[in-house]
């Protein structure tokens, strides 16, 4: 609907196409004849002029008077006239005739007199059987033979009159003889002769009467008798049109070009008369050529060569080959057996640099996607359902009208994040607690809590813990703590052969922060930058441990001794972990758990009392000091010996343990096997036991007690008892301290780790290592600047030589209304990508940006050889091509190829056209895989391939298309003035555009998606002029054919061109139509036995073909603007023979039930779009009561039917 500020533009056209252009018979020099009568029309003239013509002959009365007649009985039996008499028929005078009788009936000038009727219908009889009876005649006396000139022509006569009119003349009979009416019968003895007599069977058909049509009401008889009246003209119509057609194919000379001797004269006179005719008419072009090609001195244009893509490979053994410039390949011979040469453009290098990978990076504001197979039907190496149509994303965009299902969406998420190695992180056993913080330099997003999947490095693969909980820190400090518990895995220290990934680090434990695939949440992340690491790790129920004694090496998980059976002062046992001692601890704690300790020291040891010795009370009685040795000397902070039995404590922020320190930082210690030989207590804390546990004094005890006992009567036992306690008197032999149960609890935290950022592609080489003391703060992910980026890995590449790589590009694939995209090229070097300047290394780029096919030319420079690649797999050299803005500029890609290069036909020039290369050969491009060899072979050469056809040939200008162009130009005089000659100028230079619009006085938004109806066209803008193309389906690959899209690189192309023809004041855009897709839902029955899934996936097809027939029809055309009534595509589609009825149908556009819709804008084109159809449910049957018109329910029927 037109829009008060915005109205419809007032020119109402379709534009205009190549072949309205191109067959305007008008412009062709035989649409003007001088002389344009055929032979047959001579004959009928003849054979009218013969009337006029006296001819006197004598009769055979006996005085012999002369009779005046005329010539025409010499042209009467002649078989070629009567033929020439049936096509000059004029059938549309006769369908005239009829309907003019009809309707002097119907208007009531002729009421209830059928005789001008019936006279008609039986003059069509009359005038059949003439013609057969004419052919009849042409009799030839040759030889004293009688030879009959029959036509297939009579013949078919024949059989319509047996088969078409004589039961329609029995049904005219039928109804002439009906009571009520009165009617002469014309004279129809011709029909009755011998002759024709059997055919017409005149004899039993004149006196039928069809009893059917008595006794009726008289309206409804006189409207039966027409309508009967109807069936028999049609009838005689359709017979008498198939006999004047099968005229026009018939040659008058044939088929026995036996003769009259006066008739074999006249019929050499008209071929003579044709020649001189044909020369006569050839006046009109020899006038148009003198003119065009004399005066004007215009010429026909001349061939325009197309080229090919060719690609080389060699021998295994030859590492790089030339093939110098004008090298001539060939494909085999044309239609005039003629050898076809394509000649190379430029020389090439040819050397063994192939393709061996090809990747993807797409980042949105919602996923990061990484295509490790990008060439494929998902992205992850699954081959396309078609091999004909292998279209790929080239920038790894995510295609709208295909997108990933949620599978495959995650299968290619970006697998990106912050890697964290350190020696703080082998923990091998025990309850473990770890807690990262990540102290930000940014202010972190609020759903970043729940943004990392943690992986930690195990002894088999990586694994993730579980219960993490991610916390937020006054909005900059993100703290990731889990805990393990003692049956879960180890963390180790990474092991490349197993986890698949080598950092280059040594002894240190590996914990990955993997960013999770929730829609937005890298374009969060990957702006957070991290100021300071550090990593807190709390272990306990730690037994994992080296023990040693002076006895040797213990197992911490059975009971051990660990002062030795006899323990004495000094006696010393020692713990040590290459896990524990390695890190910068806060806290140590060992836990022993003794096995039979007694619980009262005084008590247990009172029989010792008589020694000389003090006798242990409590536990403090036995005391121990603490070492740890640093490169072989022991280091002992502790302010006074501590208690042998209470756990052994270390820490470095509290008091009363055995000694403090600002941190506890022991060398790491090697393994018990090694450690005996190199100072094995390094690393280690050795506990010396300070004094002993009387095990000296046990015999002396023991016998003083003895002795005290023996030989005593019992009234001296009783004193000595009242005089001893009892536990004097036991004697109870010293404790040997036996360690039942030993466990280590510890608490460690730094801030020295090794960052890496985690890259895409999880396939061992995907990381790359933040170097400390970086100049720029790093991001917690790696920062993926770009929209998108295609990555080839090259194998074999030869640094600092030209590459040349061909980009096969679905050229209709890229979005025209967005400005153009910018292709930044670049190269890995160590882990850094460095520009490939563009003129040095980039020395052209044929794809002007990937909007179309073409090579680029790259220098490959040479990379440092001691940097080392991490973020790719280094085996190969890799260059990439990216772009940060429009990346829907961009085309999707059909194949990439290297060693590739252009050729151009080179034709063969010779005096005779015969021996010229064909040139209808350029009229279509030539098939791919046909040029594979060179023409002079080389054995330096392994294969030649052709994987697309060729493009931009065009045959040598035809003399018709000559004299169009010629005439068009004569009008525009090759300048843009009205929108015609914008038209013809576009249409002329660019073949392969179908059809152009131009439309004056109008600002296209160029913004607007085509597929889009949220138009804000300006038909009110002076000066600016946009012209609207649809490109030829037949010349370019389009990526949809209902919506036929031109190439970005095509309308660049044509705004240049056209650019230099037109004012400098035009504001000129060259664009894409509009497409607006028409819906439909209903609900269909079939006609009964079809099958409901098949015909609706064919209802479909075919209301497609309805609405787009452009793309299933290479003759019809695309349509700007119009009106589609929602009647029309229901009237389609209950026409359908397999359809029973339609019931609900509603036309949709943009969602919005329509009666009819509009164009919207001057360039819309409608087309087809989605359908659901759904099969008929029965509803309930309707009440019959109180249905009548005028009831409150009453409504006319939404459904339309028809009898299955």
Request: aromatic share 12%.
């Given at each position: 609907m037109a829009d008060s500020i915005n109205p419809q533009h007032p020119l109402v056209r379709d534009g205009r196409s190549q072949t309205e252009r191109l067959d305007l018979h008008a412009l062709a020099p035989e649409s003007v004849a001088l002389d344009d009568r055929s032979e047959r029309q001579l004959l009928v003239y003849l054979n009218e002029f013969a009337k006029a013509v006296a001819f006197y002959e004598t009769d055979e009365s006996p005085d012999k008077k002369l009779q005046q007649s005329n010539w025409q009985p010499f042209f009467r039996t002649s078989s070629s006239v009567q033929v020439s008499l049936i096509e000059a028929f004029d059938i549309t005078n006769y369908e005239t005739g009829y309907t003019h009788t009809k309707q002097r009936f119907t208007d009531g000038l002729n009421r209830a007199n059928y005789a001008p009727w019936f006279d008609f219908l039986f003059d069509s009889a009359l005038t059949v059987n003439s013609w057969f009876v004419a052919l009849s005649g042409d009799v030839v006396l040759l030889e004293n033979k009688v030879i009959l000139n029959e036509t297939p022509l009579r013949r078919l006569i024949e059989d319509l009159i047996q088969s078409n009119l004589q039961p329609a003349l029995s049904q005219l009979f039928s109804v002439v003889n009906l009571p009520d009416i009165t009617y002469q019968l014309p004279n129809l003895t011709d029909l009755a002769k011998e002759q024709v007599g059997s055919l017409w069977n005149l004899g039993s058909i004149q006196y039928i009467r069809d009893n059917t049509l008595t006794d009726l009401d008289s309206v409804v008889q006189i409207r039966r008798i027409a309508d009967r009246l109807d069936d028999i003209f049609r009838t005689f119509a359709k017979t008498i049109q198939q006999i004047v057609g099968e005229a026009a194919k018939q040659d008058i000379l044939q088929p026995t070009q036996t003769h009259e001797p006066h008739l074999a004269l006249l019929y050499t006179f008209l071929r003579l008369l044709r020649r001189v005719t044909d020369d006569f008419n050839g006046l009109t072009q020899k006038h148009l050529d003198f003119y065009y090609r004399d005066v004007l001195k215009l010429q026909p244009k001349l061939l325009v060569p197309d080229a090919v893509h060719v690609l080389f490979e060699l021998p295994k053994p030859v590492s790089q080959y030339r093939l110098p410039q004008q090298t001539l390949l060939k494909d085999g011979k044309d239609a005039h057996k003629v050898d076809v040469h394509f000649a190379l453009d430029d020389e090439i290098i040819i050397s063994q640099t192939q393709i061996a990978e090809l990747r993807t990076l797409y980042r949105n504001a919602t996923s990061f996607l990484a295509r490790p197979k990008a060439n494929s039907a998902d992205g992850l190496g699954k081959d396309f359902a078609d091999p004909a149509h292998t279209k790929w994303a080239i920038l790894g965009e995510e295609a709208s009208e295909n997108p990933p299902n949620d599978k495959t969406k995650k299968a290619l998420a970006a697998t990106v994040g912050l890697a964290i190695s350190s020696k703080e992180l082998i923990l091998s056993a025990g309850l473990r607690t770890i807690t990262l913080t990540l102290t930000c330099e940014n202010p972190v997003p609020a759903n970043a809590t729940d943004a990392f999947a943690i992986r930690l490095s195990g002894a088999k693969k990586w694994f993730s813990p579980s219960g993490v909980v991610t916390t937020l820190i006054n909005g900059h400090t993100l703290s990731v703590m889990f805990t393990l518990g003692v049956k879960d895995d180890a963390i180790v220290a990474a092991d490349p052969a197993v986890l698949g990934v080598d950092y280059g680090i040594t002894n240190e434990a590996v914990i990955q922060l993997i960013l999770n695939d929730k829609a937005g949440l890298y374009e969060l992340m990957r702006l957070v930058q991290i100021k300071a690491v550090s990593i807190k790790t709390e272990v306990s129920q730690l037994q994992n441990v080296l023990i040693r004694t002076d006895d040797g090496d213990q197992d911490p998980t059975k009971p051990f001794m660990p002062f030795g059976a006899v323990p004495s002062v000094g006696?010393?046992?020692?713990?040590?972990?290459?896990?524990?001692?390695?890190?910068?601890?806060?806290?140590?704690?060992?836990?022993?758990?003794?096995?039979?300790?007694?619980?009262?020291?005084?008590?247990?040891?009172?029989?010792?009392?008589?020694?000389?010795?003090?006798?242990?009370?409590?536990?403090?009685?036995?005391?121990?000091?603490?070492?740890?040795?640093?490169?072989?000397?022991?280091?002992?902070?502790?302010?006074?010996?501590?208690?042998?039995?209470?756990p052994l404590i270390l820490s470095a922020d509290s008091t009363g343990n055995d000694f403090t320190a600002d941190s506890i930082s022991l060398p790491i210690p090697t393994s018990p096997a090694v450690a005996k030989e190199a100072g094995w207590q390094d690393g280690f804390v050795l506990v010396q036991l300070q004094n002993d546990f009387l095990h000296q004094y046990y015999a002396e005890v023991l016998t003083r007690n003895a002795l005290l006992l023996s030989n005593k009567t019992p009234d001296q036992l009783k004193d000595i008892v009242k005089e001893f306690p009892a536990t004097t008197l036991t004697v109870n032999p010293p404790y040997t301290p036996v360690i039942k149960n030993l466990t280590v609890s510890y608490t460690a935290e730094t801030s020295a780790a090794t960052l890496f950022h985690v890259l895409p592609f999880d396939d061992g080489a995907n990381y790359r290592r933040i170097e400390q003391g970086a100049k720029s703060v790093p991001f917690v992910v790696d920062n993926f600047s770009d929209q998108g980026a295609l990555l080839i890995g090259l194998t074999n590449a030869v640094e600092g030589s030209l590459t040349l790589v061909l980009f096969q590009l679905l050229e209709s694939s890229a979005k025209t209304n967005i400005d153009a995209a910018t292709i930044h090229w670049t190269y890995l070097d160590g882990n850094d990508w460095l520009p490939l300047e563009a003129g040095k290394n980039v020395v052209n780029d044929a794809t002007k940006g990937f909007i179309q096919s073409g090579i680029v030319q790259l220098v490959l420079p040479e990379r440092t050889a001691s940097r080392k690649t991490t973020v790719l797999p280094s085996s190969f050299y890799w260059i990439k091509a990216a772009t940060s803005d429009n990346i829907q500029a961009v085309c999707k890609a059909v194949g990439v190829h290297t060693q590739a290069s252009r050729a151009t036909f080179a034709p063969v020039l010779a005096d005779e056209p015969a021996?010229?290369?064909?040139?209808?050969?350029?009229?279509?491009?030539?098939?791919?895989?046909?040029?594979?060899?060179?023409?002079?072979?080389?054995?330096?050469?392994?294969?030649?391939?052709?994987?697309?056809?060729?493009?931009?040939?065009?045959?040598?200008?035809?003399?018709?298309?000559?004299?169009?162009?010629?005439?068009?130009?004569?009008?525009?005089?090759?300048?843009?003035?009205?929108?015609?000659?914008?038209?013809?100028?576009?249409?002329?230079?660019?073949?392969?555009?179908?059809?152009?619009?131009?439309?004056?006085?109008?600002?296209?938004?160029?913004?607007?998606?085509?597929?889009?109806?949220?138009?804000?066209?300006?038909?009110?803008?002076?000066?600016?002029?946009?012209?609207?193309?649809?490109?030829?389906?037949?010349?370019?690959?389009?990526?949809?054919?209902?919506?036929?899209?031109?190439?970005?690189?095509?309308?660049?192309?044509?705004?240049?061109?056209?650019?230099?023809?037109?004012?400098?004041?035009?504001?000129?855009?060259?664009?894409?139509?509009?497409?607006?897709?028409?819906?439909?839902?209903?609900?269909?029955?079939?006609?009964?036995?079809?099958?409901?899934?098949?015909?609706?996936?064919?209802?479909?097809?075919?209301?497609?073909?309805?609405?787009?027939?452009?793309?299933?029809?290479?003759?019809?055309?695309?349509?700007?603007?119009?009106?589609?009534?929602?009647?029309?595509?229901?009237?389609?589609?209950?026409?359908?023979?397999?359809?029973?009825?339609?019931?609900?149908?509603?036309?949709?556009?943009?969602?919005?039930?329509?009666?009819?819709?509009?164009?919207?804008?001057?360039?819309?084109?409608?087309?087809?779009?989605?359908?659901?159809?759904?099969?008929?449910?029965?509803?309930?049957?309707?009440?019959?009561?109180?249905?009548?018109?005028?009831?409150?329910?009453?409504?006319?029927?939404?459904?339309?039917?028809?009898?299955?």
């Open positions: 006696s010393t046992f020692s713990i040590g972990s290459p896990e524990i001692f390695s890190k910068e601890l806060t806290k140590l704690e060992v836990d022993f758990e003794w096995d039979k300790k007694p619980s009262d020291f005084g008590t247990y040891y009172g029989a010792y009392k008589l020694t000389t010795v003090p006798l242990p009370t409590t536990d403090n009685s036995f005391t121990r000091r603490v070492f740890y040795y640093e490169k072989g000397n022991p280091v002992n902070e502790e302010t006074s010996p501590g208690n042998v039995f209470e021996k010229q290369n064909d040139p209808a050969r350029l009229a279509v491009p030539l098939p791919a895989g046909l040029v594979t060899k060179l023409d002079t072979p080389d054995v330096s050469i392994k294969a030649i391939k052709q994987p697309y056809p060729s493009f931009g040939g065009r045959p040598a200008e035809s003399t018709s298309h000559f004299y169009s162009r010629v005439s068009e130009q004569l009008r525009h005089k090759g300048r843009g003035v009205t929108l015609f000659d914008y038209e013809q100028l576009i249409l002329e230079a660019f073949p392969e555009v179908f059809k152009v619009k131009c439309i004056p006085h109008t600002f296209a938004n160029r913004s607007v998606d085509p597929t889009n109806q949220a138009i804000n066209d300006v038909h009110a803008a002076p000066g600016y002029v946009t012209v609207v193309v649809v490109p030829d389906a037949m010349q370019t690959q389009l990526d949809d054919l209902q919506k036929p899209m031109a190439s970005r690189g095509l309308l660049t192309r044509i705004q240049d061109w056209i650019k230099k023809r037109i004012s400098p004041f035009a504001r000129l855009q060259v664009l894409n139509p509009i497409y607006e897709e028409v819906d439909t839902q209903f609900q269909v029955q079939f006609c009964p036995g079809k099958s409901r899934e098949y015909y609706i996936e064919l209802l479909k097809k075919d209301i497609g073909q309805f609405l787009a027939p452009w793309a299933f029809d290479s003759k019809a055309q695309v349509t700007f603007g119009g009106v589609i009534y929602r009647s029309s595509i229901l009237g389609f589609i209950e026409n359908r023979e397999y359809v029973a009825f339609v019931t609900d149908f509603v036309m949709q556009l943009d969602g919005v039930q329509q009666e009819e819709v509009h164009a919207s804008a001057a360039r819309v084109v409608f087309t087809n779009g989605k359908h659901t159809i759904t099969p008929f449910t029965a509803k309930p049957p309707p009440r019959l009561v109180n249905r009548g018109i005028g009831s409150p329910d009453w409504q006319i029927p939404s459904s339309s039917s028809k009898t299955p």
